[in-house]
């Protein structure tokens, strides 16, 4: 392995909501040099698209279809079908959506198959809850981030990109929200979060962002030399 390779490395960051992962992933790749691609956000804007559209969004088939006619764009802003949800889709009634709208294995078939396309030419860092998992189980270096259920909903709280839609979102009412999303996704049929055996757990409670970043890229180095 070679993070300077022609391809570039798969590094998959998996982990519940709140655990760091976005802010994590975005200084890794920035790092690196490499694309980042957020799933969560495919998940988030196809919920954001199936609203506008009227849908019901227990309607697995009609979300599927519309997964497969979307254009979705996930890179420093979020765009489906022409639409810059960028802001929108960080609101308490997409949470709910998209941890709806992903409970659907047709969903999830057609998402999977484009996040694959996303990096099959590798020099990415792909952060979701089955990237380890599912959709590159053969990724370079995988890592699972996590933190004290506490810790995750004090940072959504404080999170700016997911004020939109709450004034002053108490701690306690992130905590409960979290709670019942961490429930919906992980206890899922289809692909619920679940750490891979050979992902590298961090649990980030307590540490700072730059922490995690160098630990993150410690890891990476050190599997690079193992490997080399
Ligand atoms: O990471 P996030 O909170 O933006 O994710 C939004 C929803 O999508 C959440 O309910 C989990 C789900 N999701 C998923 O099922 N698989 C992924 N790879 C990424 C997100």
Not at 144 to 149: E, G, I, K, M, V
């Amino acid at each position: 392995m070679d993070v300077n390779s022609p391809r570039g490395l798969v590094i998959a960051i998996d982990g519940p909501s709140g655990a760091g992962k976005g802010t994590v992933s975005r200084a890794i790749a920035a790092h690196l040099h490499y694309r980042h691609v957020d799933t969560g956000a495919m998940y988030r804007a196809l919920a954001w698209l199936a609203r506008h559209r009227g849908l019901d969004l227990n309607d697995a088939a009609a979300v599927a279809e519309l997964a497969r006619s979307a254009e979705i764009r996930c890179d420093t802003v979020v765009e489906i079908d022409g639409h810059d949800v960028t802001r929108e889709i960080r609101t308490p009634e997409i949470d709910r959506a998209a941890a709806l709208v992903a409970q659907h294995p047709a969903v999830r078939d057609v998402l999977v198959a484009r996040q694959r396309v996303c990096g099959q030419d590798g020099g990415v860092v792909m952060e979701g809850r089955d990237i380890g998992t599912v959709v590159f189980p053969d990724a370079d270096v995988k890592f699972y981030l996590d933190a004290s259920p506490e810790e995750r909903a004090r940072r959504r709280a404080a999170d700016a990109a997911h004020a939109a839609g709450r004034s002053g979102a108490a701690v306690e009412v992130v905590a409960r929200e979290l709670e019942a999303r961490d429930r919906t996704d992980s206890t899922r049929r289809a692909s619920p979060l679940a750490r891979a055996a050979d992902a590298i757990y961090i649990d980030t409670t307590g540490m700072a962002v730059a922490e995690v970043v160098d630990t993150v890229l410690r890891t990476i180095d050190a599997r690079l030399n193992a490997s080399a």
